[in-house]
Nanobody, 122 residues
């Protein structure tokens, strides 16, 4: 069973930046897709960004142009660079992986890590 460990969350002021990291317990070179998700209090977990093995990326409309997902196959790590952060980005951020299109449906995924808290506030 794949284990995922997220890190990099913090308290940041609006307009600031953070880079989140997700360490994967297995080689990611053969993993079809990796994704970042977030869950704010009282809300459903939602997909933020996904990266497919060939390098294609997809983003939620709310983060397009501000967030960038990337993967380092040599380090078995996926990153989320977050710029121009807004208070509405406040949430616990999680990563996950899939071998098919279920990457786009967080309710279908398993093996969630503990997540990392991102708080955007002045």
């Amino acid at each position: 069973q794949v284990q995922l460990v997220e890190s990099g969350g913090n308290l940041v002021q609006p307009g600031g930046s953070l880079r989140l990291s997700c360490a994967v317990s297995t080689s990611i070179i053969n993993i079809y897709a990796l994704g970042w998700y977030r869950q704010a209090p009282g809300k459903r977990r939602e997909l933020v960004a996904a990266i497919i093995r060939g390098g294609d990326t997809n983003y939620a409309d709310s983060v397009k142009g501000r967030f960038t997902i990337s993967r380092d196959n040599a380090k078995n790590t996926v990153y989320l660079q977050m710029n121009s952060l807004k208070p509405e980005d406040t949430a616990v951020y999680y990563c996950n992986c899939a071998q098919d299109g279920t990457i786009y449906y967080p309710s279908l995924l398993h093996s969630w890590g503990q997540g990392t808290q991102v708080t955007v506030s002045s």
